[in-house]
């Protein structure tokens, strides 16, 4: 394929959250552009920063490594409002549909992430309207999401009206993309008899800046003062598909032991549920952190001997947390709260690297804790095996290779 840009095809990446954003679907989407630009003539319409890099005004339009970003407008309210939330979903969705629709041009690939759930409605029927290819990459299936963390019901009239919109978007995409087995599996049971390829592309480990460290020198234990105690550490988002429940149930059974101690380093919905029961119970063997930056990531993911995944039941085939392929790299064992085969549960058991068990069952759960302390030595070998794994099956390069085979094919 010849590097000039006007004999490459047009690629269109939507998504919500990019460069400078740098929470997950930031990452990963600015990642997959910049890897597929040597390739195609890369271009990008996303939202204002509103998560972790919140508060910086970007420009509407700037050429970055290659890619061409256009900012569509919108509002940043506070996202962990359900309120405010929708009306952002609501004015980026309007500004990204009139963006696309002047923007899109005949046989131009449009790879589009599915979040929030409204953006690949508005940006295939940009792409329909000005007959582009479009492709779903997805990170969450909806509305399965809404019925494993309660807010609506598979009976209800919102999972029809979604099942319906979810066929037409279907039948209409060139393929589809997800990030797990799991949601693979989901995903044909949702398009049975549109006949539309579905691949799998996990997503990767950062490996160019985790990697395992000796715990003695971890300046975040030093700092705890947790260098002595058995350290499980859940870093991540504290939304509501996170069981954070069970992990705090399995603490307050814990709090006599006095080597076992969890350390929380998040935001989300759930935080402040999660402060209130760390001070009504006092539960000292708990250590609340506020979120650190992505760059910080190779000190606290080796803050710890076990690192925790969560997730509330009903979500297999949903969504797979991004933050499992750097505890991988990091060389940390993983205790996951996940259902049996889903895609959490398959990498962990296929390299051998933790433990995972069902949502909700804190007394199975403090078991598995006082199991896990009891084969500590076994710790640094199972860590070895996860590195492996990440090296040899989730690196960037992988997954590149993989997105330029699929959307070639579009």
């Given at each position: 394929?010849?590097?000039?840009?006007?004999?490459?095809?047009?690629?269109?990446?939507?998504?919500?959250?990019?460069?400078?954003?740098?929470?997950?679907?930031?990452?990963?989407?600015?990642?997959?552009?910049?890897?597929?630009?040597?390739?195609?003539?890369?271009?990008?319409?996303?939202?204002?920063?509103?998560?972790?890099?919140?508060?910086?005004?970007?420009?509407?339009?700037?050429?970055?490594?290659?890619?061409?970003?256009?900012?569509?407008?919108?509002?940043?309210?506070?996202?962990?409002?359900?309120?405010f939330k929708l009306i952002n979903m609501i004015t980026l969705g309007i500004s990204t549909f009139f963006k696309a629709l002047f923007k899109f041009r005949r046989n131009d690939i449009v790879l589009v992430v599915t979040t929030p759930p409204s953006l690949p409605f508005v940006t295939a029927t940009?792409?329909?309207?000005?007959?582009?290819?479009?492709?779903?990459?997805?990170?969450?299936?909806?509305?399965?999401?809404?019925?494993?963390v309660g807010k609506s019901s598979e009976n209800s009239l919102l999972s029809s009206i979604m099942?319906?919109?979810?066929?037409?978007?279907?039948?209409?995409?060139?393929?589809?993309?997800?990030v797990g087995r799991d949601m693979?599996?989901?995903?044909?049971r949702k398009t049975d008899g549109l006949d539309v390829p579905i691949d799998v592309i996990p997503n990767w480990a950062e490996l160019e800046t985790v990697e395992p460290r000796e715990r003695s020198e971890n300046a975040l234990l030093a700092e705890l003062g947790l260098q002595e105690k058995l350290v499980f550490l859940y870093a991540g988002n504290l939304g509501y598909p996170n069981d954070v429940e069970t992990i705090v149930e399995s603490a307050e059974q814990l709090l006599s032991n006095k080597d076992v101690h969890f350390i929380f380093l998040g935001a989300g919905v759930k935080r402040p549920w999660l402060e209130k029961q760390v001070n009504e119970r006092q539960l000292s063997n708990i250590t609340l952190l506020d979120p650190k930056p992505r760059s910080e990531q190779i000190v606290f993911l080796n803050a710890c001997d076990v690192?925790?995944?969560?997730?509330?039941?009903?979500?297999?085939?949903?969504?797979?947390?991004?933050?499992?392929?750097?505890?991988?790299?990091?060389?940390?064992?993983?205790?996951?709260?996940?259902?049996?085969?889903?895609?959490?549960?398959?990498?962990?058991?296929?390299?051998?690297?933790?433990?995972?068990?069902?949502?909700?069952?804190?007394?199975?759960?403090?078991?598995?804790?006082?199991?896990?302390?009891?084969?500590?030595?076994?710790?640094?070998?199972?860590?070895?095996?996860?590195?492996?794994s990440a090296l040899e099956r989730y690196s960037q390069s992988t997954a590149s290779a993989k997105y330029l085979e699929v959307l070639s094919k579009c």
């Open positions: 394929m010849s590097s000039s840009n006007s004999e490459k095809r047009r690629l269109w990446v939507v998504t919500e959250l990019y460069y400078p954003e740098e929470t997950s679907t930031g990452y990963y989407l600015t990642r997959t552009a910049e890897d597929m630009a040597p390739h195609f003539d890369v271009n990008v319409i996303c939202g204002q920063p509103n998560y972790f890099a919140r508060g910086i005004k970007a420009p509407s339009f700037e050429r970055h490594k290659d890619v061409n970003i256009y900012r569509a407008a919108g509002t940043t309210l506070n996202k962990n409002v359900i309120m940009a792409a329909l309207l000005r007959s582009a290819n479009y492709v779903p990459l997805i990170h969450d299936n909806y509305p399965e999401i809404l019925f494993a099942g319906f919109a979810n066929r037409w978007l279907y039948k209409h995409a060139s393929r589809l993309i997800a693979k599996l989901l995903l044909e690192a925790l995944v969560s997730l509330v039941s009903k979500m297999r085939g949903v969504s797979m947390p991004s933050r499992t392929y750097n505890i991988l790299a990091a060389g940390k064992p993983m205790l996951a709260l996940t259902d049996d085969e889903s895609e959490l549960a398959f990498v962990i058991d296929e390299d051998r690297v933790g433990w995972h068990i069902e949502p909700g069952n804190a007394g199975l759960f403090t078991e598995t804790i006082l199991e896990i302390a009891s084969r500590k030595a076994e710790l640094v070998e199972m860590g070895k095996r996860a590195r492996d």
